[in-house]
Each structure stands twice: as C-alpha cells, then as structure tokens.
C-alpha cells in the first residue's frame, strides 16, 4: 500500500512538472497551461486539411518510432481526435498548438509551421505520464515562432565518413530541436565524399582516406544516396547546403586530377585548384552542374577559407602570373578574389546563391546572392566587414558553436581555443550583444549554426558524445528570444530530454553526471 502511493506522489510530480514548465525545446514563444489531459492511445485518430497531409503522415510515424503507438488517418475531421488546420496567423506567430482534454489541434498557414507545431505536440507527448495504456499529454495553448531563419547545422565528412544512416540519424534529431539548415561539407583535404559522374576519379581517387588513416578504402557518396538524403530533410522541412570547398582544401581532389593542381607549400600539398588555368574553371563548373542538379536548396558553399595556407606556388607560378598581369591583379588574395569571382558566376548562371566563408567578405562577390559565414571568433571586424558590405550573414564562430571542442574542462580529445571551450551553458547563452551590430545591420542576421569539424571525430560514438545535448541548447539559443531563455529552466526540460537519448542509445555527455559517460577518445588506426 505503501508503494502505491509512493508511486502516485512521482506520477502527480512528473504530470506537475510537466505543465509547470513543458518539456518542450526550443522554448516556445507563449505558452499557457490549462486543466486537464488528453488521453492519446492506439485510438486515436489524425486528421489533416490537404495541404498538411506529408506533416499528418510525418506525425503517425514519429508517434509509432517514439512511442510504439500505431494510430491511424481519418478522411473525416468530425471524427478525428488529432486535427492540423490551414489557418492565417496573427502577427509573425508560426503556428498555435491546443491541447484540450478531447482534442488536439495545429494551426498553422504553412507545412513547415503545422510541422513545428506537431513537433512540440511531439515532444510533449514522449514527455507524458503513462497511465494503463494511454498516455496523458498535458493540456495547453501554445503560440510560436523561431526568432532567426537560419538554425543550422555543418556536420564534416571529408575528414571522416559517418555514412548514410547517421546523417538521417542527424537529421531525425535537427528536426526534432527544430533545426533547418544542413551544411554538408563534402570536400576537404582528406576525402572527397560526394559522386561526380563526369569525374569519377574524384570519388574512387579522392575517396580514399580520412584524416587519421590516409590508407582507407574509397568512402563516398553516390548520387542515389544525395537523392535519398536530401528527400529525408525535405520530409523533416530540413534544406540541405553540399560546400565543395575551394579554391584551398583542395588536396583530395588533386589526388584524383592532379592537371588542376595549383600546387600548395611543405606543410600543405596540393592544396589548391590552378586559378591560372582556364581549364580549371570549366572543371569545377562541371562538377559545380552536377551538384546543383542533386541539391535542390539552389545555395552551394564554396568555402574560400584558408587559401594562404598553400598558395606559395602561385608566386612562381607561370600561368598564375600572366593571370595577374592581365587582369591587373596586385597580390594573391586579389588572385583568389578573381577566383572566387569566377566560380561565384558560374554558380548564379545556375541560379544558386553562392555561400562563403568570412575571409570573403571584402572580397566583392554579388550582394544580392551571397551569404557570408563568419566562424572567426577572433575577427570580429570580418563579421562586421561582410555586414557593412551588406552580405546577408550566418552566425557560426568557434567560440561558442565549434561542436568539435570538448565541453567540459576534464575532456582531453578535442580542440580548444587559448584553453577556452564550449560549455552547454555557452551555447546557450550566445548573444550578439557584445558584437555591437548596428540597429541598421541586424535584418542582416539569418540565424546561427554549430560546425562539427570532425578532425578529432571518428566513430560515432563520439559524434553523439560532442553533439547531445549541445544540439538542444543550440536550438534554443537560435528559435527562442531572450525573454523566454532561462537556463536553469531549460536544465529541468533538458532531464527529461536525456532520458529519450537513453531510450535511443545515445552515448551522450551528461552535464549532471559527468561520469554518465566517459569521454569517448579519438580511435587512431
């Protein structure tokens, strides 16, 4: 007797804490909690307007993966227990959620609002108290919207490969915090990770690697898993970004065609594309087609990062100096500048944006179709360079969204910055405050995104361990305003968050118990 009612006292606890402060993440913008519960078993029944059936049917998934609850669609909204509305919202809200001791309802006047709705829907059904075999989601009114566009992710590949199933594996979890944009960086030094049929020696030449074992069989991706990747993220309302970097990071690539090599220095081989070989820039606009017939986001990022770092050869180089001398170029950052011009047309003539890191920031490619990615922390005059030029700019400095740098002063494996790192806490309270943007600038901002560099990540096991939870606080630091952001509170909300990592077998870092799991170090073979 005794017992049972133990057990009631944390089933009334749970069901408190649950309405008090929902489990949901990003926090919403408005949120009110009323009496009672909605009863959701094997009964229940979904109905959505026809402009909403891919969400319905996201949703009756979602239900049956999380919860082993097998509901089904109805035809008819009278008989539903569940219903997505087309309905105009007021003001800027995205979508409005109501949960009512009989029905469920999301109004939202876009799929990608009902989507966002049913994910909070979502969370807040894998956070409900079982009783007998319902599940008793909280009731609720809910209004929301993200405060940035761009909620992003860059998940590395080059230096190593993670395969098809953990970047969906990724992509489930982006969706779930509510996350949009996936940077995919497939090119780089080590590897090239994405099949170009008119050149296939880059896949089966440049493929071959990663960045702790130069020796590894060709990875790649071929262009039936692009396809099958990218319609997963549509399905999550995820746009994937592919970066085939240039005109440095260019070693893979020059393994496989080394007639477009413009060489590199001692420390860096290879490390360029030729900028003074015309031929060079039909190569790269072959390659460049191709991609933009997979991805259909029409942006591709180009990098234009880290260029000095292997250029030496250009000083000497023959062809690249009759290039400066024809078209008056003064030095080798005007040289990689022409460069970048270059590849940037080619890229608009394709109808693309063209997406660049912030060393291009001065470098005058067309306002109207860049976007600029400022990931220098230390360089903060980059960031206001691009903003002042009037580039539309992604948020992503090392410090504090380089998800590559270990999170907790004891961890040894990862990168960090004059011994600084990135705590959950200082994802979580990133502000643009301190940068000093200008009033006038700030329309400019797209959003945030963490770069999951993987040169100290090479099993997956360490991929989740450097991005659960970081992931959750990163999505609340972008969706929500500072008015509802609260660290203490998203601690509560995240608890009951790491319970669903456990139930999926996440090896995650515990920032209440650090011992939970160990740091995972880096495999060298």
């Known amino acids: 007797?005794?017992?049972?009612?133990?057990?009631?006292?944390?089933?009334?606890?749970?069901?408190?804490?649950?309405?008090?402060?929902?489990?949901?993440?990003?926090?919403?913008?408005?949120?009110?909690?009323?009496?009672?519960?909605?009863?959701?078993?094997?009964?229940?029944?979904?109905?959505a307007d026809p402009e909403f059936a891919p969400e319905l049917h996201f949703m009756q998934k979602e239900l049956l993966r999380y919860q082993e609850v097998a509901v089904s669609i109805s035809d008819h909204e009278a008989e539903a227990d569940v219903?997505?509305?087309?309905?105009?919202?007021?003001?800027?809200?995205?979508?409005?959620?109501?949960?009512?001791?009989?029905?469920?309802?999301?109004?939202?006047?876009?799929?990608?609002?009902?989507?966002?709705?049913?994910?909070?829907?979502?969370?807040?059904?894998?956070?409900?108290?079982?009783?007998?075999?319902?599940?008793?989601?909280?009731?609720?009114?809910?209004?929301?919207?993200?405060?940035?566009?761009?909620?992003?992710?860059?998940?590395?590949?080059?230096?190593?490969?993670?395969?098809?199933?953990?970047?969906?594996?990724?992509?489930?979890?982006?969706?779930?915090?509510?996350?949009?944009?996936f940077h995919w960086h497939l090119t780089d030094e080590p590897g090239w990770r994405i099949e170009i049929r008119k050149y296939p020696k880059l896949g089966l030449v440049g493929g071959i690697g990663n960045h702790t074992n130069p020796h590894t069989p060709a990875l790649f991706y071929t262009q039936e898993d692009i396809s099958?990747?990218?319609?997963?993220?549509?399905?999550?309302?995820?746009?994937?970004?592919?970066?085939?970097?240039?005109?440095?990071?260019?070693?893979?690539?020059?393994?496989?065609?080394?007639?477009?090599?413009?060489?590199?220095?001692?420390?860096?081989?290879d490390w360029t594309f030729h900028p003074g070989k015309e031929k060079t820039y039909q190569y790269l606009t072959d390659i460049l087609r191709e991609v933009n017939v997979l991805f259909p986001s029409q942006m591709i990022h180009l990098g234009g990062d880290e260029v000095s770092f292997g250029n030496e050869q250009w000083k000497s180089d023959p062809d690249v100096q009759d290039l400066m001398?024809?078209?008056?170029?003064?030095?080798?950052?005007?040289?990689?500048?022409?460069?970048?011009?270059?590849?940037?047309?080619?890229?608009?003539?394709?109808?693309?944006?063209?997406?660049?890191?912030?060393e291009m920031a001065g470098a005058g490619?067309?306002?109207?179709?860049?976007i600029i990615f400022w990931w220098r922390h230390d360089l903060p005059e980059q960031?206001?360079?691009?903003?002042?030029?009037?580039?539309?700019?992604?948020?992503?400095?090392?410090?504090?969204?380089?998800?590559?740098?270990?999170?907790?002063?004891?961890?040894?494996?990862?990168?960090?910055?004059?011994?600084?790192?990135?705590?959950?806490?200082?994802?979580?309270?990133?502000?643009?405050?301190?940068?000093?943007?200008?009033?006038?600038?700030?329309?400019?901002?797209?959003?945030?995104?963490?770069?999951?560099?993987?040169?100290t990540i090479n099993t997956a096991d360490r991929l989740d361990f450097m991005t659960f939870p970081r992931i959750a606080a990163l999505a609340e630091a972008v969706w929500s305003t500072g008015s509802q952001k609260d660290y203490d509170r998203f601690l509560l909300r995240l608890e009951n968050h790491l319970e669903l990592f456990r139930d999926h077998k996440i090896y995650f870092f515990n920032p209440f118990d650090e011992n939970e799991h160990p740091e995972p170090v880096l495999m060298v073979r």
Request: charged letters at 25%; glycine letters at 6%.
């Open 383 to 455: 960031l206001q360079l691009g903003l002042q030029n009037g580039y539309r700019t992604v948020i992503c400095p090392r410090l504090p969204f380089y998800f590559d740098f270990v999170q907790n002063e004891s961890h040894r494996s990862g990168r960090r910055w004059d011994n600084n790192y990135n705590r959950l806490k200082d994802v979580y309270g990133f502000s643009l405050s301190p940068l000093l943007i200008g009033e006038e600038y700030k329309p400019l901002i797209l959003g945030f995104q963490a770069n999951l560099w993987t040169e």
């Open 83 to 181: 219903i997505f509305k087309l309905r105009e919202m007021d003001g800027d809200m995205m979508y409005q959620a109501e949960v009512t001791q009989n029905k469920i309802y999301v109004y939202a006047e876009s799929g990608e609002g009902v989507f966002y709705g049913a994910i909070s829907l979502l969370q807040l059904i894998n956070n409900s108290a079982p009783e007998g075999n319902d599940l008793l989601v909280p009731s609720i009114m809910i209004k929301d919207s993200p405060v940035y566009e761009w909620r992003g992710i860059m998940l590395d590949e080059s230096r190593h490969f993670f395969g098809k199933e953990k970047v969906k594996f990724l992509l489930d979890w982006m969706a779930y915090y509510k996350l949009n944009r």
């Open 1 to 47: 007797m005794r017992f049972a009612f133990f057990v009631l006292l944390i089933f009334i606890a749970v069901r408190l804490e649950g309405t008090e402060n929902p489990s949901i993440i990003p926090a919403p913008s408005f949120y009110e909690i009323r009496q009672g519960f909605f009863r959701l078993n094997e009964k229940t029944r979904l109905f």
């Open 228 to 269: 099958e990747i990218v319609s997963y993220a549509r399905e999550r309302h995820i746009i994937v970004i592919p970066e085939i970097d240039m005109p440095g990071h260019a070693t893979a690539a020059n393994r496989a065609y080394p007639e477009y090599s413009g060489g590199g220095s001692e420390r860096f081989p």
């Open 365 to 370: 490619l067309p306002i109207d179709k860049s």
């Open 325 to 358: 001398k024809r078209e008056n170029l003064s030095d080798l950052k005007a040289v990689e500048n022409y460069f970048m011009h270059r590849m940037a047309d080619s890229l608009i003539n394709l109808n693309n944006n063209v997406l660049v890191w912030d």
